[in-house]
Each structure stands twice: as structure tokens, then as C-alpha cells.
């Protein structure tokens, strides 16, 4: 028995369908249709400038689609407003971290938990369903003590565990991390590589840009390499980083 185009896209967290980012005269992303499974690991590789983050952008509206469209959940969409993405059941982290650096940690949750609303964030009292999620998250990537710091306070890589506690809070189906271990101390890329594999236990699909081949074979279930904005490869990710058109490109660089 055929399942029904209905059915198989159910299969997909995400589609892309001749999506297309042009600076000036640079295809940053060019024409690349892709389906991304659903629930696990994806990660996305390619050399620097292949168009990783670019694609990131304009999956969670960061960046206007040129030409194309994205498939979310069976709705087609050619336009994606950055704040309108949870509604689309997808958020996503910076390869340069962005925070509220002249807030407590304590209010860069809470105006996460209150939908971006920062006077209801600041308004919010103790006690309520967000403070408690805001203090399961600090205590989950180990900033519960440093609630009261201002994020500007904060290291590099406690600064990225912030923003990633930040994502979590948002509770969507689809997270999209922008190169989530780079420049991270052993222990705290522990606590992030953690994070993921929860997050993929709960059911979620999550997808991110890493460099190092070590993490992206450890985590990742399925794998697309970039190269010049178009797909040089997909798969099983022990078995595409095999491949010699991706070893070569690699070595390229
Ligand atoms: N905002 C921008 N303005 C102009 N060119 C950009 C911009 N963002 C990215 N690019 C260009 O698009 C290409 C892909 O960049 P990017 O997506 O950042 O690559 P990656 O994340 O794979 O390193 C590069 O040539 C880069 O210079
Ligand atoms: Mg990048």
C-alpha cells in the first residue's frame, strides 16, 4: 500500500525547495532543495562561506528568502519573520551570541518564557510556571548561581550556554544551533553535547553547524554537506564523510 504525499511528508521536519540567497553577486545559498528528517541529529557541514549560517537565517526568518520556499510541518512558506518562527515551532542560536547583555540572566529567561515580552518579564513574579521553568533551565546548563549577573558578565562560553538555555525555552519542535561547541572548554561542550541528546530523546529535531568531525560523527544521525551554497552530499553521516568528493572538499580549504 502507497502512502499519500501527505503521509511521507510527515517524515520531514523540514523541506527546502530551490532556496535561494544572493549577496551581490555571491549565491550563498543556491537553488538547494533539502528535506531534513524528522527527530534526531541532522548536522550541516561544508567549508567557511559555503552558506551554513546563511541557511540558518533564512530557515528562522533572521535572513529574507530571495526565491524558493521552506516547508515546515506540511505548510509551504515563502516568507519568515524572525519573531513569528516559535509559531512555526522553530528557534534557533547565533553563531555570534545575542543576548540581553544589560539584564540578569534571571530577566534574559524570563523575557524568552514571556514570548519576548520584556515589561511582562520584568513584571513576572516568583512562584509562577515561568519562574520555576526559568530556574529548571539556569540549573540545567549550570548558570543558576549567576542568575542575578548581568549577561554582559558572563564568559564566552557561558554566554553561549545562556543563549542555548534561551532556545530551550522555547519549547518548539525545531532547533537550529549555529555552530553551538565552538570555542567551548571540554566540560561546558559536555554539558551542550548533553543538551542535544535531550532534546533528541524528547523527540525533537534538531539541526546544527559544527566544524569538528569528531562531535559531528558522535551526534549527529544524518548529515548535509554545503559547499558554494549547493548540496554536495547527504546521508547516514558515517557513510557521507566517507565519500571522496567530501573528503576533497574538506581538504580544499
Ligand atoms: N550579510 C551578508 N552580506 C554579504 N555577504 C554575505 C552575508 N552573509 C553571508 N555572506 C556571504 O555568503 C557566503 C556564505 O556565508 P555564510 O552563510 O556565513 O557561510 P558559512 O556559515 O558556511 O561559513 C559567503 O560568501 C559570505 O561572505
Ligand atoms: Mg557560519
Known sequence: MSSSAAERGQEYALETKGLLKQFASVKAINHLTIAVPRGGITSIVG???????????????????????????????????????????????????????????????????????????????AGTAHSSRAQELLEMVGLWDKRAAFAEELSYGQRKLLEIARALAMDVKLYLFDEPFAGLFPAVLEKVKVLLQDLKKEGKTIIFIEHNMDLIRELSDYIFVLDSGELLAEGEVHEVLARPEVIEAYLGT
Not at 73 to 84: E, N, Q, S, W
Not at 100 to 111: A, I
Open 47 to 125: 567549508p567557511n562561506g559555503s552558506g551554513k549560517s546563511t541557511l540558518i537565517n533564512m530557515l528562522s526568518g533572521t535572513l529574507p528568502i530571495d526565491e524558493g520556499m521552506v516547508v515546515l510541518d506540511g505548510t509551504a512558506l515563502r516568507v519568515i519573520k524572525p519573531y513569528d518562527s516559535p509559531s512555526h515551532g522553530v528557534t534557533r542560536t547565533f553563531q555570534e551570541v545575542r543576548l540581553f547583555d544589560q539584564m540578569s540572566l534571571w530577566d534574559n529567561m524570563l523575557v524568552v518564557l514571556t514570548k519576548r515580552n520584556v515589561l511582562g518579564a520584568l513584571l513576572e513574579r
